[in-house]
């Protein structure tokens, strides 16, 4: 599995991304699509995850401001995020995890910046 991630950028707090994650390969096995974040104090936090059955999760901080969804027919998933704050500036990873065989795949990262 191979993931292209996209979107970042630097934004005002109050503001708003979308990042966008691009799936190729063996696709048919992804069981979690998810984002993680890494801090400028190198926290590594699981921000959001979906699951094959539409279910989903996100950290504590971020409930109610971000969303993630998925496209299958584009392969994509994508992970809208509103009122940003500048403690959300972090290089936001997409991953997948599959089920044959197990293993967790991560795209490149993309850097987001919240100028306060």
């Known amino acids: 599995v191979q993931l292209q991630a996209s979107g970042g950028g630097l934004v005002q707090a109050g503001g708003s991304l979308r990042l966008s994650c691009v799936a190729s390969g063996s696709i048919s096995s992804i069981n979690i699509r998810g984002w993680y974040r890494q801090t400028p104090r190198n926290t590594r936090e699981l921000v959001a995850a979906l699951g094959s059955d539409g279910s989903d999760d996100y950290l504590d901080s971020v409930k109610g401001r971000f969303t993630i969804t998925r496209d299958n027919t584009k392969n994509t998933w994508y992970l809208q995020m509103n009122s940003l704050e500048p403690e959300d500036t972090a290089v936001y990873y997409c991953?997948?995890?599959?089920?044959?065989?197990?293993?967790?795949?991560w795209g490149q990262g993309t850097q987001v910046t919240v100028s306060s």
């Open positions: 991953t997948a995890i599959t089920n044959y065989p197990a293993d967790l795949y």
